[in-house]
């Protein structure tokens, strides 16, 4: 278990009243992992501006008993990924909703609610429910992962055994004004299996998520996510990656709108030869309302011959703020990892804020890591030569927009999925840029 956090009572209060409100399950394959994860948080309190990773961000509107309402939106356009052969499970205020969803059987792999096979005593899942979570409090302490393992109401828990027959994507629908949504994932990709995970839709008022990914030795697992687009809501998700020897991890983000975001990504990489990629495009515009969006990612080098890259970017304009905290640890017997981490923002006007926070800690000799951290603003000479040219200014800077988030785009492997995402970038520079 991690260290406890600073001695403060009123995060232990804000850990109790959490709790309060709905009772971790006392039966079936999950109560044990529940216990442990309330112990955990017991033991931690909820997070504070006094912590180390939370001192760029506000913790209080995920700490309180209740989620604080949001309005919902309406974008008026189809659903990212609508067009793409997926079985769809859909999950309305983090509720599921068969009529709305494929059957799940149509995606070739074994697929489970949360909500009905952890009432068993015996499954699959035992094994992974909450282990990849606990793993990853040290060291450092991540108290709303331990709440969602102790609270989580549903999720999907899929096992993988051989290539998957379509992606599977999971839709988040949010009806309510006040609803508060805790899903948790669990995916197992086992030797040489293959999947594509897809999410997208804002899930709640308030949302907490962690998605447990173990890929056995050869596996691949690919992940591209759109976090839905209304403007009130608030979201802390987790991803707990374990990647075995020749594995392949892959996951990409796209983030725009949303008063507060935080977006946690914790790999470790237990074998040799294995890559796990995690990239991150976030567009802010803070003449909506607030837009708060926080970016923290711990990758751990165990093996040796491994690759890990880190590679986000933001645009904030209006107010908006972006940060990045980066860690890359090799531990000693990691020789010839290749690690490398890149995050910049590109501020659109003077008034919005990019805090970054990129970190190396190595105890191998033989290893390649790099990382770096920019910020700056629209190029006044590209832009004029584009001008120049006939290109108008919001085309002009729209397009260098584009250019910049492309690194961050490119890390998407299936090009289909990335025209996707280009398209819905585009639309909302169309909106935003004048």
């Given at each position: 278990?991690?260290?406890?956090?600073?001695?403060?009572?009123?995060?232990?209060?804000?850990?109790?009243?959490?709790?309060?409100?709905?009772?971790?399950?006392?039966?079936?394959?999950?109560?044990q992992?529940?216990?442990?994860?309330?112990?955990?948080?017991?033991?931690?309190?909820?997070?504070?501006?006094?912590?180390?990773?939370?001192?760029?961000?506000?913790p209080?509107?995920?700490?309180?008993?209740?989620?604080?309402?949001?309005?919902?939106?309406?974008?008026?356009?189809?659903?990212?990924?609508?067009?793409?052969?997926?079985?769809?499970?859909?999950?309305?205020?983090?509720?599921?909703?068969?009529?709305?969803?494929?059957?799940?059987?149509?995606?070739?792999?074994?697929?489970?609610?949360?909500s009905?096979?952890?009432?068993?005593?015996?499954?699959?899942?035992?094994?992974?429910?909450?282990?990849?979570?606990?793993?990853?409090?040290?060291?450092?302490?991540?108290?709303?992962?331990?709440?969602?393992?102790?609270?989580?109401?549903?999720?999907?828990?899929?096992?993988?055994?051989?290539?998957?027959?379509?992606?599977?994507?999971?839709?988040?629908?949010?009806?309510?004004?006040?609803?508060?949504?805790?899903?948790?994932?669990?995916?197992?990709?086992?030797?040489?299996?293959?999947?594509?995970?897809?999410?997208?839709?804002?899930?709640?008022?308030?949302?907490?998520?962690?998605?447990e990914?173990?890929?056995?030795?050869?596996?691949r697992f690919?992940?591209?996510?759109?976090?839905?687009?209304?403007?009130?809501?608030?979201?802390?998700?987790?991803?707990?990656?374990?990647?075995?020897?020749?594995?392949?991890?892959?996951?990409?983000?796209?983030?725009?709108?949303?008063?507060?975001?935080?977006?946690e990504?914790?790999?470790?990489?237990?074998?040799?030869?294995?890559?796990?990629?995690?990239?991150?495009?976030?567009l802010?515009?803070?003449?909506?309302?607030?837009?708060?969006?926080?970016?923290?990612?711990?990758?751990?080098?165990?093996?040796?011959?491994?690759?890990s890259?880190?590679?986000?970017?933001?645009?904030?304009?209006n107010?908006?703020?972006?940060?990045?905290?980066?860690?890359?640890?090799?531990?000693?017997?990691?020789?010839?990892?290749?690690?490398?981490?890149?995050?910049?923002?590109?501020l659109l006007?003077?008034?919005?804020?990019?805090?970054?926070?990129?970190?190396?800690?190595?105890?191998?000799?033989?290893?390649?890591?790099?990382?770096?951290?920019?910020?700056?603003?629209?190029?006044?000479?590209?832009l004029?030569?584009?001008?120049s040219r006939g290109?108008?200014?919001?085309?002009?800077?729209?397009?260098?927009?584009?250019?910049?988030?492309?690194?961050?785009?490119?890390?998407?492997?299936?090009?289909?999925?990335?025209?996707?995402?280009?398209?819905?970038l585009?639309?909302?520079?169309r909106?935003?840029?004048r």
């Open positions: 278990m991690a260290a406890p956090m600073r001695n403060d009572a009123a995060r232990f209060a804000a850990a109790e009243a959490r709790l309060a409100t709905a009772g971790p399950a006392t039966q079936g394959f999950t109560a992992a529940r216990r442990r994860a309330v112990e955990r948080l017991r033991g931690m309190g909820l997070p504070g501006r006094r912590d180390e990773y939370w001192k760029y961000t506000d209080t509107s995920l700490n309180a008993p209740e989620a604080p309402e949001a309005a919902v939106f309406d974008a008026k356009e189809a659903p990212l990924f609508a067009g793409v052969d997926a079985v769809r499970l859909v999950f309305v205020d983090g509720v599921f909703d068969a009529g709305a969803s494929d059957d799940p059987a149509m995606a070739g792999v074994e697929i489970a609610l949360l009905a096979a952890g009432r068993a005593d015996i499954h699959w899942a035992q094994a992974l429910y909450g282990t990849l979570e606990e793993r990853g409090q040290s060291p450092v302490a991540r108290p709303l992962a331990a709440l969602n393992t102790a609270l989580a109401s549903d999720g999907v828990l899929i096992r993988v055994t051989g290539q998957a027959a379509r992606p599977v994507h999971l839709v988040y629908r949010h009806e309510s004004a006040t609803s508060d949504a805790v899903l948790h994932h669990c995916i197992a990709i086992e030797e040489g299996a293959d999947l594509t995970l897809l999410e997208s839709g804002p899930a709640a008022a308030r949302f907490n998520k962690v998605l990914v173990d890929i056995a030795k050869g596996g690919h992940h591209v996510r759109a976090q839905g687009r209304d403007h009130e809501r608030r979201a802390v998700t987790h991803v707990f990656a374990r990647v075995a020897g020749e594995a392949l991890f892959k996951s990409f983000t796209l983030t725009v709108n949303g008063q507060m975001t935080r977006n990504c914790v790999i470790e990489i237990t074998g040799d030869d294995a890559v796990a990629h995690v990239a991150g495009a976030a802010g515009d803070g003449a909506y309302g607030r837009f708060h969006h926080d970016d923290t990612v711990f990758v751990t080098h165990d093996a040796v011959g491994c690759e890259r880190q590679v986000f970017k933001k645009v904030l304009k107010g908006a703020v972006g940060v990045f905290q980066g860690k890359i640890l090799v531990r000693p017997d990691a020789q010839k990892t290749d690690g490398y981490q890149i995050s910049q923002a590109l006007d003077d008034d919005s804020q990019f805090l970054a926070k990129p970190e190396l800690e190595i105890y191998a000799d033989d290893v390649q890591c790099s990382h770096g951290s920019t910020t700056g603003a629209i190029d006044e000479t590209a004029f030569y584009l001008r290109v108008p200014k919001a085309d002009a800077t729209a397009l260098m927009v584009l250019s910049f988030l492309a690194d961050a785009i490119a890390e998407i492997e299936d090009p289909a999925l990335a025209d996707e995402v280009v398209e819905r585009e639309a909302w520079l909106r935003r840029i």
